[in-house]
């Protein structure tokens, strides 16, 4: 069965400083993969996919992925957090069989 | 241009009840998937619908159903309500059906918040 691993359920960076955010996910064949943000009572907004071709992938807003096929990752990176990037990140992946599945989500707080 | 659109915002049944949720794509799209999201969790995949067929279904139980009509948009079913079901249910469109890059790109609603008492 396909599933996703978010390491960490929340995450305090300060402002300025590097963001990582951890997803691992368990498939035999690379699926596609997401990443997700979603702001408090709203929904959910792609920040950047990884389908085929090149493995790092920018997104929106600053932020980018690196899909490692050894490492069965694909971990969301920001150069420089701002206050603006504080919600819940869910990283997703759909596999061959048309199913969806996200992680337990991350919160990341930015400390000014 | 309009978003994916969810009504009601928020619902409140009773154990037993019966609902319907309603989305409506974003004009062109003509794939929508529904799925549940419990407070504190990630949303977890209920159905797929390209042109009107059903393309994939997660682990629920048959008391949920859905159907969507030939404009597109869709309703989500849920039979026999119990405490469990009370979250916050997401509607996302996309072009085309999941398995079919790049036109699977999802588009998410606000979402319904369904509270089962």
Known sequence: AQSVTQLGSHV???????????CNYSSSVP??????????????????????GATLV??????????KKSETSFHLTKPSAHMSDAAEYFCAVMNTGNQFYFGTGTSLTVIP | DAGVTQSPTHLIKTRGQHVTLRCSPIS?????SWY???????PQ?????????ERGRGNFPDRFSARQFPNYSSELNVNALLLGDSALYLCASSPGPMDRAP??????GPGTRLTVL
């Open chain 1, 31 to 52: 699926p596609y993969l997401f990443w997700y943000v979603q702001y408090p009572n709203q929904g959910l907004q792609l920040l950047l996919k990884y389908t085929t």
């Open chain 2, 36 to 42: 549940q999201q419990v407070l504190g969790q990630g």
């Open chain 1, 58 to 67: 920018k997104g929106i807003n600053g932020f980018e992925a690196e899909f």
């Open chain 2, 103 to 108: 036109y699977n790109e999802q588009f998410f």
């Open chain 2, 45 to 53: 995949f209920i159905f797929q619908y390209y042109e009107k067929e």
């Open chain 2, 28 to 32: 062109g799209h003509k794939s929508v």
């Open chain 1, 12 to 22: 305090s960076v300060s402002e300025g400083a590097l963001v990582l955010l951890r």
